[in-house]
């Protein structure tokens, strides 16, 4: 299968899907992968419905890791998910050596796809993003590569000129993982993309908006410790059912509402006291203690 079959495969399987950003389950008190909790949260999360997994991401806490950590958390996604839903390895670094490394890592795991987040802190220029891209896609040629752009956080963002440059010139690209908050710059964004390629859209409180825009799918990391809401309202679009969706939409709202800004803290949480032991997070981030899951619950009970 040469890669444009594989990026057409891909497609098929994230169309009209959610794919969580995985929560990196971790040893408490480090920044040591739990690689044994790891297939229980894929065992919860593929029994939920979900069309694939972003592993080591922004919710995944990938950045904060060593390298070493973010190896064996990809070897045991890979493996815990056994062809059951999509694999997306997140390998955007700081240093472009560092992401190579990690996207040759990745590669000999056969993953569906990798992800690179930009380099965050500097701003860089067009150009120098492209060199960064090109060099990680070039290190795994024959795997389907998404880039990742959230510059609220990483300061640096993929711009739609960027993007239709890329997706011209370079043949392993497989589209972009969006987590901009303005819908207008997403919508280019979409434009830019030729119709082979696809855009999973982040912005969960805009999730039905975004898929009416045209995104293919949606990663969220919300919907690695509640994925229901978000399997039901990608099903009730594709299927035409709006209005369901709508109500979906309102729903994933008030559990965005409910986290009280206490994000990755509070995703674990909810994990946690869903009985899947990720921990809490590293060491850098807020612990929530907070029964979030009960008032999660509460919310989705109004739909059961």
């Known amino acids: 299968m040469d890669i444009s079959e594989r990026i057409a495969t891909l497609k098929t399987k994230l169309r009209d899907g959610v794919s969580p950003a995985m929560a990196t389950p971790l040893i408490p008190g480090t920044h040591t992968v739990n690689t044994a909790?790891?297939?229980?949260?894929?065992?919860?999360?593929?029994?939920?419905?979900?069309?694939?997994?972003?592993?080591?991401?922004?919710?995944?806490?990938?950045?904060?890791?060593?390298?070493?950590?973010?190896?064996?958390?990809?070897?045991?996604?890979?493996?815990?998910?056994?062809?059951?839903v999509a694999v997306l390895l997140h390998v955007g670094a700081q240093r472009t050596e560092a992401a190579v490394a990690l996207a040759k890592h990745a590669a000999e795991l056969r993953p569906d796809a990798i992800v690179a987040m930009t380099p965050t802190f500097y701003g860089m220029s067009d150009a120098a993003l492209a060199r960064y891209f090109q060099a990680i896609?070039?290190?795994?040629?024959?795997?389907?590569?998404?880039?990742?752009?959230?510059?609220?956080?990483?300061?640096n963002g993929v711009s739609p000129s960027l993007l239709a440059a890329l997706a011209r010139d370079m043949p392993s690209l497989a589209g972009l993982k969006c987590s901009r908050p303005d819908v207008q710059i997403v919508r280019q964004l979409i434009d830019a993309l030729p119709s082979d390629r696809m855009l999973l859209a982040g912005n969960e409180s805009a999730a039905l908006g975004l898929l009416a825009l045209g995104a293919d799918g949606l990663i969220s990391g919300l919907s690695t410790a509640i994925p229901e809401p978000f399997v039901a309202l990608t099903r009730a679009f594709a299927e035409g059912n709006i209005d369901e969706a709508r109500e979906w939409q309102r729903c994933i709202n008030r559990l965005l509402g409910a986290l009280a800004g206490a994000r990755v803290g509070g995703i674990k949480a909810i994990l946690n006291q869903r009985g899947i032991e990720v921990g809490p997070p590293t060491p850098t981030l807020d612990a929530v203690d907070a029964p979030l899951w009960a008032r999660a619950a509460e919310i989705l009970g109004i739909r059961e």
């Open 37 to 84: 909790v790891v297939p229980a949260l894929v065992d919860f999360l593929a029994g939920k419905g979900v069309k694939g997994l972003f592993v080591g991401g922004t919710t995944g806490e990938g950045i904060l890791l060593d390298d070493d950590q973010r190896r064996a958390l990809h070897e045991a996604a890979v493996a815990a998910a056994g062809g059951r």
């Open 137 to 155: 896609a070039a290190a795994a040629p024959d795997i389907p590569l998404f880039l990742y752009d959230i510059p609220q956080f990483a300061v």
